[in-house]
């Protein structure tokens, strides 16, 4: 029922958290061994005293001491639930439900960030506190606040203002932390002229309103924006429109400019129309070796739809690739469906959904 949000450990396991169809859906769980398979996924167990209401998509988040969160918001609910596993990912106990006004407000949950430093004065504590992009009709922000103690810490979201309305059909959205740890969440709309911009948190304010928040600073004509950040800087990639072109045709990645807090000149990886109307691909930078890896779905001469990766192990001045990677069956258009993650000695994993469920495909690029 969802994409499947991926994590990795310094030792290659992969840690993956996905809903499963059903009635009601399932919140799911697996951690995978480096060039494995899912042997035994975990359902997550529901609140106490309580029916688990269906959340949103669930996203493994790792932190410093070897806990292991499972966060998902709960749209209806206008709350997050976390899971918490103490034993690296092996088991987890009832899950703290954090109290309403929590969740960001939109039905789309895309991105979710373990917060590494303090925000807005101190309201949260690094290490157990999560950052959280949503989208559908209007683009949301949500802080939750030191979820591991009880009771839960103070918390907070928003609605960016300052998007046409026009504009808000169809938004999505992408969250990554800059070189000062301060959140920039990109845009993409789908209406009849896409664009592709970004807020900033701007550093000191409260992060929980949009007050200290900067933007909307558009940076192309394009859609399918995605952003990951680490110690080779942050990265923008999206698919835009080329100059003269009626279409989205350039698969494209920028470097930000933390100084200018501008997105750079794109360096286009692709120029050729995706595999399916609105059908992105993912991006994923290694926080420990700043590796970063870019899959995107494309035809073949054959005209098949094919799962392309390309890496760079420069902080993005070189890139290898594409490379061939994995065959999509149909039924993979989504605006947010893949994701990746790449392991400290460089082997990348994806998972994407299509016709045939949730896939996973994992590879030595070298």
Avoid at 160 to 186: H, I, K, R, W
Avoid at 194 to 217: A, E, H, L, N
Avoid at 311 to 333: E, F, M
Wanted: aromatic residues 8%.
């Amino acid at each position: 029922a969802s994409f499947g949000a991926a994590a990795v450990d310094g030792a290659g396991a992969l840690y993956v958290a996905w809903l499963r169809t059903g009635n009601p859906d399932k919140d799911m769980f697996c951690k995978i061994p480096s060039g494995g398979t899912c042997a035994g996924a975990i359902v997550l167990p529901l609140p106490s005293g309580g029916a688990l209401a269906e959340t949103d998509q669930p996203f493994p988040v790792l932190a410093p001491g070897g806990a292991v969160y499972v966060v998902a918001g709960r749209y209806i609910d206008d709350d997050v639930v976390v899971w918490t596993s103490t034993d690296g990912g092996r088991a987890f106990g009832a899950p703290t439900v954090v109290a309403p006004g929590s969740f960001p407000g939109k039905s789309n949950v895309d991105d979710m960030l373990l917060a590494t430093r303090t925000y807005g004065g101190g309201a949260n504590r690094p290490g157990s506190s999560f950052l959280m992009s949503s989208s559908h009709v209007g683009l949301g922000f949500g802080l939750v606040a030191c979820v591991c103690t009880r009771p839960a810490g103070p918390t907070s979201s928003f609605s960016f203002s300052g998007l046409s309305t026009a504009d808000n059909v169809n938004l999505s959205s992408s969250l990554a932390l800059d070189q000062n740890g301060d959140p920039v969440e990109a845009f993409s709309t789908q209406g009849t002229s896409p664009t592709v911009g970004f807020y900033r948190y701007g550093g000191s304010g409260p992060i929980g309103t949009q007050q200290d928040w900067k933007g909307p600073t558009l940076v192309a004509q394009g859609d399918l924006a995605r952003l990951a950040g680490g110690p080779a800087g942050l990265f923008l990639l999206s698919e835009d429109r080329a100059p003269g072109s009626a279409r989205m045709t350039q698969v494209d990645i920028r470097k930000y400019d933390p100084a200018a807090h501008v997105f750079g000149a794109p360096r286009t990886l692709a120029d050729e129309a995706v595999a399916e109307p609105v059908a992105g691909g993912a991006l994923y930078e290694n926080q420990e070796t700043g590796h970063l890896a870019v899959a995107w779905p494309r035809y073949t001469a054959s005209g098949a739809p094919m799962m392309q990766l390309w890496t760079s192990t420069t902080g993005g001045k070189t890139w290898s690739g594409p490379t061939d990677i994995a065959i999509i069956a149909s039924g993979y258009a989504q605006a947010d469906n893949a994701r990746l993650a790449v392991a400290d000695n460089g082997r990348v994993s994806l998972t994407f959904q299509d016709g045939n469920g949730l896939e996973l495909e994992s590879v030595n690029p070298s």
